[in-house]
């Protein structure tokens, strides 16, 4: 599950030679790999997962925080094995995708229970990434990361902000990141408490 293949690479770099094809695989894993790191959230998902959660993340009985993005829930299940309508919480934030914690209603009669233990009582199942399909600009921002690794592929510890190259081939993450990508990507950095 990659933000970009192959051909989009090659033509937002402006070459038709597929001989570079696992240089340029690879230079699209170390742009993901950064950006994730940088911003501590995944852009894409495709499958639905499950997230357990204990008792004791829950706030005055009624709030879950989640320690990462969901941007669909599909199912919540409580500690006593009951499922929780969709009707009867809302999201926070409440109109947009991801979300960080969902509320039980106040009216629901419902709160947050367990009945052996409390950890891991409570199973939330989604889409657990920022977004189901990455946005335009984490895409563009994927390209021009990807297109930075892959030029300096040659390079070997130049100076400030240029990669480093192992003995293996393998590029280190650089000090710093061409400004265009690093200003889109503190946009979408999660706080993490």
Request: net charge negative; glycine share 4%.
């Amino acid at each position: 599950m990659s933000y970009i293949d192959v051909d989009t690479l090659r033509r937002y770099i402006g070459t038709d030679a597929t001989s570079d094809d696992d240089e340029l695989e690879a230079a699209i894993a170390d742009a993901q790999r950064v950006i994730e790191t940088i911003t501590h959230r995944e852009f894409e998902c495709e499958a639905d997962t499950t997230r357990y959660f204990d008792y004791d993340n829950c706030v005055d009985g009624n709030e879950l925080t989640f320690d990462y993005d969901i941007c669909q829930i599909t199912t919540v299940v409580n500690g006593d094995g009951a499922t929780v309508s969709a009707s009867d919480y809302v999201t926070n934030p409440r109109n947009t995708a991801p979300y960080f914690q969902i509320k039980l209603k106040l009216g629901s009669n419902i709160a947050w229970t367990y009945d052996d233990t409390p950890e891991d009582a409570i199973a939330v199942t989604g889409r657990w990434a920022f977004s189901i399909t990455p946005p335009d600009d984490i895409v563009w921002a994927t390209k021009a990361l990807a297109k930075w690794f892959y030029k300096q592929r040659d390079t070997v510890n130049t100076g400030a902000g240029e990669p480093l190259m192992s003995a293996s081939g393998v590029i280190v993450m650089p000090s710093t990141l061409p400004k265009n990508v690093a200003d889109i990507l503190k946009l979408y950095e999660r706080f993490r408490p």
